[in-house]
């Protein structure tokens, strides 16, 4: 069970464990974004699609602002 | 619709473009950087310069999510089938088997990076080819970032009339062609005869990559008779049955290749020592280093058989066809519209997703059956099913953000007129010297949705209004149309990062874009001074 908790521990550091979680995310500001458009409410458009782009911008500001190359 | 089309305009609307080619070619930026980076200037552009509301942009982001989840399907069932095979050592016995019907190396790359990938096309399309051919390749020698370059140039004839005609059909339809009409028939003969074009380039320009002038003096009979398989076959069977004129020839060619390994041209061993593609290192690792299961060259190709066989008969059989299509389901979406007064019409049923038809459900079983298959000879371990589903899931998601980028992207600059604007412009300013750039307006749409359909259901109006416009052959213009997009599924990022991914090189795309482009883009022009030459002056 340790094993486990701590391989997922590290998976969830790596990049791709990141991105995993912004694939996430995305797939709930989607959902988020559905709801407004069938309720014909734009601000809950609006949180769902900030909550999108946020992470989409997860990989170029992980890769280039915080942790650049060299 | 109003949008004022003028220089200012399009710039703004090929803004996001050029940013995404110069990240990627310029600065090497991989596909899940700059994609949201092209995201973010195409919403900035589409809120501020097109008028769009904040309702429009989240109602085609979602639509692009919705896209990209079917694609993203695919991806993942393409990497499943593959990590099956890795895990039952069946690439190695590919591998070995291959070497042994293809003594000469040159052959064997073409067989496993062109031949095979038109196969594929023929049938599956979406990315498949790239997907599967990638970790072929490398099984074989070939240097990840090439085993990615190679089927993507391989794979690319095929996507007008592969996957059973898709394209094709949504061309037709775009332009209004019922099919078998005058029309219909001498558009598909001008699209065919520029494809054509692009198979004899294809094949050419592997045996360069391989060994420049030795290998093209070796490899040119086998090439030339390929492309008259492919590519003379393509048009011949244009005139007869659309939806089967690529999958016929490659299938032809399949056998034909393996048939040419046997000829005293091909039957000894033969290689170049130091061709710039192939990893000599990994072969001498792999091999002394890993044991070969027990299992013949057939019994390694059966998740592959199952795959032809199985979309064949969903795909042809009309009464399957019916009967597991009626399962489908798509998204509704409300009327929007810009400032300017472009509208994208309410849908009831978005892009309906037909699960039991989908290329995805092909792969998705032939993957399962063939772990079932390899798992009851024993080539498949303890804990190697739980390794096979991990590892897919893993390789999948990092592609995931960078084709949800691209496609919402595509998505929005579509819905805020961006792309209409672009195409507008670039005919209103060249006139009829436009018709050197049509086939390049085809590669263009592909680059930014991702398929040859899209780009066909996106340009194919406008070609068609354009052509009508300057007086010129519409059908001419149309192939040039479709050609190109074909074209373009060579320098679809979406489609570099299957590839990419399942090579184990992602990141790499700028990298694999870089050597593409220098050979895509000058094929259009030739196609399009050709297509000048012969219908406007």
């Keep these: 069970m340790e094993i486990n908790n701590a391989e997922k521990k590290s998976f969830f550091k790596t990049k791709a464990g990141g991105l995993t979680i912004a694939f996430i995310v995305i797939m709930v500001a989607f959902v988020i974004i559905m709801a407004g458009l069938g309720s014909g409410n734009d601000s809950v458009c609006l949180v769902g699609f900030i909550i999108m782009v946020g992470a989409m911008l997860y990989s170029p500001i992980t890769t280039f602002i915080i942790k650049p190359k060299g | 619709m109003n949008i004022p089309i003028n220089l200012f305009t399009w710039i703004m609307a090929f803004l996001p473009i050029i940013v995404l080619l110069i990240l990627m070619i310029k600065f090497n930026w991989g596909a899940t950087e700059a ?19 904040i309702r429009l942009i989240a109602a085609e982001s979602a639509k692009g999510v919705w896209n990209a989840l079917v694609i993203l399907i695919i991806v993942w069932t393409a990497i499943l089938m ?32 062109w031949i095979f990938e038109s196969f594929l096309q023929g049938i599956t399309g979406f990315g498949v080819p790239v997907a599967v051919g990638a970790p072929l390749l490398i099984g074989i020698g070939v240097k990840p970032l090439w085993a990615v370059i190679i089927p ?29 009409t005058k029309e219909y028939l001498v558009t598909a003969l001008w699209t065919s005869a520029f494809i054509w074009f692009w198979v004899a380039i294809g094949g050419f320009a592997t045996c360069w990559f391989y060994g420049k002038g030795k290998a093209l003096k070796k490899g040119f009979p086998a090439v030339a008779l390929m492309a008259v398989i492919q590519g003379g076959g ?20 399949l056998i034909v290749i393996l048939l040419l390994g046997r000829t005293k041209l091909y039957n000894q061993e033969w290689s170049i020592a130091d061709s710039p593609i192939m990893n ?56 929007t519209s810009t400032g300017y007064g472009y509208v994208n019409a309410a849908v009831e049923r978005f892009s309906p997703f037909t699960p039991f038809t989908h290329a995805s459900m ?87 949705t991702g398929s040859n359909m899209s780009s066909n259901i996106l340009f194919g109006g406008f ?52 050597k593409i482009i220098a050979l895509t883009v000058p094929a259009t022009i030739v196609i399009g001074v050709i297509l000048y030459a012969l219908v406007a002056l």
């Design chain 2, 463 to 514: 070609q068609m209004t354009t052509a009508n416009l300057l007086k010129v052959n519409a059908s001419a213009i149309l192939g040039a149309q479709s050609a190109g997009g074909a074209i373009g599924s060579a320098v679809s990022p979406s489609k570099i990062i299957l590839g990419t991914t399942t090579a184990g090189i992602l990141g790499k795309e700028g990298e694999v874009l870089k």
């Design chain 2, 234 to 253: 393509e048009l011949l069977l244009s005139q007869v049955n659309t939806t089967i004129c690529c999958f016929v020839p490659a299938c032809v060619s």
């Design chain 2, 35 to 53: 994609a949201p980076v092209g995201l973010l200037i195409t919403i900035v552009t589409g809120l501020f310069f097109f008028k769009a509301n």
């Design chain 2, 280 to 335: 000599r290192e990994f072969e001498e690792q792999a091999d002394g280093g890993e044991r070969l299961p027990d299992m013949s060259l057939v019994q390694a190709f059966v998740p592959y058989f199952l795959l032809s066989a199985l979309t064949l008969i969903v795909l042809l059989v009309k009464p399957i066809n019916a009967l597991l299509g009626q399962v489908s389901f798509g998204l509704s979406f409300p009327e």
């Design chain 2, 362 to 448: 092909f792969l998705f079983v032939s993957a399962i059956v063939g772990l079932i298959y390899y798992k009851s000879h024993g080539w498949i371990g303890e804990g190697g099913v739980k390794r096979i589903f991990v590892k897919s899931v893993s390789m999948t998601m990092p592609s995931g953000i960078a084709v949800i980028g691209l496609v919402i992207m595509s998505k929005i600059m579509d819905g805020t007129g961006q792309t209409v604007v672009l195409a507008n412009g670039i005919a209103s300013v060249m006139g009829k010297v436009y018709v050197i750039l049509a086939p390049f307006v085809g590669l263009l749409g592909t680059f930014m």
């Design chain 2, 152 to 180: 993507l140039l391989g794979q690319a004839w095929g996507n007008t009339f592969g996957t059973l005609g898709a394209a094709w059909d949504s061309l037709a339809m775009s332009a209004g062609f019922a099919a078998g």
């Design chain 2, 82 to 113: 593959y990590q099956v095979g890795d895990e039952a050592k069946a690439f190695l016995v590919i591998r070995n088997g291959m070497r042994k019907l293809l003594p000469n190396e040159l052959l064997l790359v073409l067989a496993m990076g």
